[in-house]
C-alpha cells in the first residue's frame, strides 16, 4: 500500500523473491501507479489498483486473499491500512506505526481475528532498535545503549542543506521535548538540542545529531530495564539544528492556526508548501542513510561494548534511494516471514520482540546480499583490581 518512495522498492523486492507468487501494489493516484509499474519492468507478478484506503470496504476487498501486506503510507494513513488488514485477514509489517491511543484497540482486534501487525519495521524505526536487542542479547547485563541514525543527500545544498528521503509533502520537523535516559532516570531535553559531533567512515564531513527520543520498545527487551543511559539521535549536515531552532523562535513550526487577512492558516501547513519545491528529492538525486548503535554492559565479567555501523549509498544500478533500501528491504525480508509463518505471535506485535536470534540473523543477512551492510565491531576491557 503506496506507490510513493518506499513502496515500490518493497514491490519489487518482493517479485524478485521466488517465494512470491503475486505482488498487489495500491495506490490512490494511477499517474504514480503506472509510473511504479514502468520502473519496476511491468514484470508479470505485478498487478496495480486504484485504491483510497479510508474506503474501509474497498480497500478489504482488496487485500483479501493475499498472505502479507506491506504498509508504506503518509503516517495518519496507516491505521486504516491496519485496519483494513485485520479485517481482510492478512498479516502487514508497517513501516511506522499507529499512534499510542489506537494500540490497545488495534493489538485487541488483530489478537482476536487472528493477524499478526508488525509496526516500525523500517530502518528507524526498526533496524535501529532490532540492532539494540541483538547487541543486548549477547551481553549478560546492560549499561548503555546509544542510537544515531540519518538520511542525508550525498550532494546537500540550501536552504537545509537536506532533503525529504522518506516521502510525502512534510519535512519531518517536530520541536519539543524527548525522552532520555541518564544516571538510570528518565529526563526530557529538547528534540532540536545538539550531541556531539560524528564521524562516519567514508563521508569526508563531520556530521552534527540532535536528541529524538528512543523508542519505548525497547522496554520489550528485558536487559534493557536495567540500563543507565539511553538516547537515540539523528544525523544531518552541520547547521541544521541552527536553522530549524530559527524557524521554530520564528512560529513558523506551529500547528496552531492563526488569523491572517480574515483567514485561519496553519504556520507550518504554509511553511511547507513554501519550501517543498525547495527540499523534495528529485529523480536522480542520491542520497545516503547512515546508523550507528552502541550497546554497552558486562559479558564474562568483561566491559563489553558491541558496535554497529551501517553508511549506505544510493543504488546507481537500479536507481533506489538508499532511505528506500535500507527501509523497504528490512520490511519486505520480515513481510516474507510472516508469509511463511516464521513469526507466530498474533496482534500488534513489535519487531523488537520477534525479530531476534536467528530471524535477526537471517534478517542482516539477507539485508547484506542486498548491498546493506551493517559492520560489527566488539571491545572488550577487563578490569584490573
Given at each position: 500500500?503506496?506507490?510513493?518512495?518506499m513502496?515500490?522498492?518493497?514491490?519489487?523486492?518482493?517479485?524478485?523473491?521466488?517465494?512470491?507468487?503475486?505482488?498487489?501494489?495500491?495506490?490512490?493516484?494511477?499517474?504514480?501507479?503506472?509510473?511504479?509499474?514502468?520502473?519496476?519492468?511491468?514484470?508479470?507478478?505485478?498487478?496495480?489498483r486504484?485504491?483510497?484506503v479510508?474506503?474501509?470496504?474497498?480497500?478489504?476487498?482488496a487485500?483479501?486473499?493475499?498472505?502479507?501486506?506491506?504498509?508504506?503510507?503518509?503516517?495518519?494513513?496507516?491505521?486504516?491500512?491496519?485496519?483494513?488488514?485485520?479485517?481482510?485477514?492478512?498479516?502487514?509489517?508497517?513501516?511506522?506505526?499507529?499512534?499510542?491511543?489506537?494500540?490497545?484497540?488495534?493489538?485487541?482486534?488483530?489478537?482476536?481475528?487472528?493477524?499478526?501487525?508488525?509496526?516500525?519495521?523500517?530502518?528507524?524505526?526498526?533496524?535501529?532498535?532490532?540492532?539494540?536487542?541483538?547487541?543486548?542479547?549477547?551481553?549478560d547485563?546492560?549499561?548503555?545503549?546509544?542510537?544515531?541514525?540519518?538520511?542525508?543527500?550525498q550532494?546537500?545544498?540550501?536552504?537545509?542543506?537536506?532533503?525529504?528521503?522518506?516521502?510525502?509533502?512534510?519535512?519531518?520537523?517536530?520541536?519539543?521535548?524527548?525522552?532520555?535516559?541518564?544516571?538510570?532516570?528518565?529526563?526530557y531535553?529538547?528534540?532540536?538540542t545538539?550531541g556531539?559531533?560524528?564521524?562516519?567512515?567514508?563521508?569526508?564531513?563531520?556530521?552534527?545529531?540532535?536528541?529524538?527520543?528512543?523508542?519505548?520498545?525497547?522496554?520489550?527487551?528485558?536487559?534493557?530495564k536495567?540500563?543507565?543511559?539511553c538516547?537515540?539521535?539523528?544525523?544531518?549536515?552541520?547547521?541544521?539544528?541552527?536553522?530549524?531552532?530559527?524557524?521554530d523562535?520564528?512560529?513558523?513550526?506551529?500547528?496552531?492556526?492563526?488569523?491572517?487577512?480574515?483567514?485561519?492558516?496553519?504556520?507550518?501547513?504554509?511553511?511547507?508548501?513554501?519550501?517543498?519545491?525547495?527540499?523534495?528529492?528529485e529523480?536522480?538525486?542520491?542520497?545516503?542513510?547512515?546508523?550507528?548503535?552502541i550497546?554497552?554492559g558486562?559479558?564474562?565479567?568483561?566491559?563489553?561494548?558491541?558496535?554497529?555501523?551501517m553508511?549506505?549509498?544510493y543504488?546507481?544500478?537500479?536507481?533506489?534511494?538508499?532511505?528506500?533500501?535500507?527501509?523497504?528491504?528490512?520490511?519486505?525480508?520480515v513481510?516474507?516471514?510472516?508469509?511463511?509463518?516464521?513469526?507466530s505471535?498474533?496482534?500488534?506485535?513489535?519487531?523488537?520482540?520477534?525479530?531476534?536470534?536467528?530471524?535477526?540473523?537471517?534478517?542482516r543477512?539477507?539485508?547484506?546480499?542486498?548491498?546493506?551492510s551493517?559492520?560489527?565491531?566488539v571491545?572488550?576491557?577487563?578490569?584490573?583490581?
Open positions: 500500500m503506496g506507490a510513493g518512495l513502496g515500490p522498492a518493497i514491490a519489487m523486492d518482493c517479485i524478485n523473491s521466488d517465494e512470491v507468487e503475486e505482488v498487489l501494489l495500491i495506490d490512490i493516484d494511477r499517474e504514480r501507479l503506472n509510473k511504479a509499474a514502468a520502473k519496476l519492468g511491468n514484470p508479470q507478478k505485478l498487478k496495480t486504484v485504491q483510497d479510508t474506503d474501509r470496504q474497498g480497500l478489504v476487498e487485500l483479501r486473499g493475499y498472505d502479507v501486506a506491506g504498509i508504506a503510507l503518509l503516517r495518519w494513513l496507516n491505521v486504516d491500512a491496519m485496519w483494513g488488514a485485520i479485517e481482510a485477514g492478512v498479516n502487514a509489517v508497517d513501516l511506522s506505526g499507529p499512534a499510542e491511543k489506537d494500540w490497545a484497540e488495534i493489538n485487541g482486534a488483530a489478537e482476536k481475528t487472528g493477524v499478526t501487525i508488525i509496526p516500525g519495521c523500517g530502518v528507524e524505526p526498526g533496524l535501529t532498535e532490532m540492532l539494540a536487542a541483538y547487541g543486548m542479547d549477547m551481553l547485563s546492560v549499561e548503555a545503549v546509544d542510537i544515531w541514525c540519518g538520511g542525508i543527500p550532494d546537500p545544498k540550501p536552504p537545509l542543506d537536506y532533503k525529504i528521503v522518506f516521502g510525502g509533502p512534510y519535512l519531518p520537523l517536530r520541536p519539543g521535548m524527548v525522552k532520555v535516559i541518564e544516571d538510570g532516570e528518565v529526563r531535553v529538547k528534540r532540536y545538539l556531539d559531533p560524528i564521524c562516519f567512515e567514508g563521508i569526508d564531513r563531520v556530521l552534527e545529531c540532535f536528541y529524538d527520543g528512543f523508542p519505548d520498545t525497547l522496554y520489550e527487551v528485558e536487559k534493557f536495567g540500563v543507565k543511559r538516547t537515540e539521535k539523528t544525523v544531518r549536515y552541520p547547521g541544521y539544528c541552527e536553522k530549524v531552532n530559527f524557524l523562535q520564528c512560529g513558523l513550526l506551529s500547528r496552531e492556526p492563526i488569523e491572517f487577512k480574515g483567514q485561519k492558516i496553519v504556520p507550518f501547513e504554509v511553511f511547507s508548501k513554501i519550501i517543498y519545491p525547495k527540499v523534495r528529492l529523480e536522480g538525486e542520491k542520497d545516503i542513510t547512515v546508523l550507528r548503535v550497546v554497552e558486562v559479558k564474562d565479567g568483561c566491559q563489553t561494548r558491541y558496535t554497529f555501523d553508511v549506505d549509498r543504488d546507481d544500478e537500479r536507481g533506489i534511494t538508499s532511505m528506500a533500501k535500507t527501509t523497504s528491504y528490512t520490511a519486505a525480508i513481510a516474507r516471514m510472516l508469509g511463511r509463518g516464521d513469526v505471535e498474533k496482534g500488534l506485535v513489535p519487531p523488537v520482540r520477534v525479530i531476534r536470534g536467528d530471524l535477526f540473523r537471517r534478517l543477512r539477507e539485508l547484506a546480499e542486498r548491498g546493506v551493517i559492520k560489527q565491531t571491545t572488550t576491557k577487563r578490569e584490573i583490581s
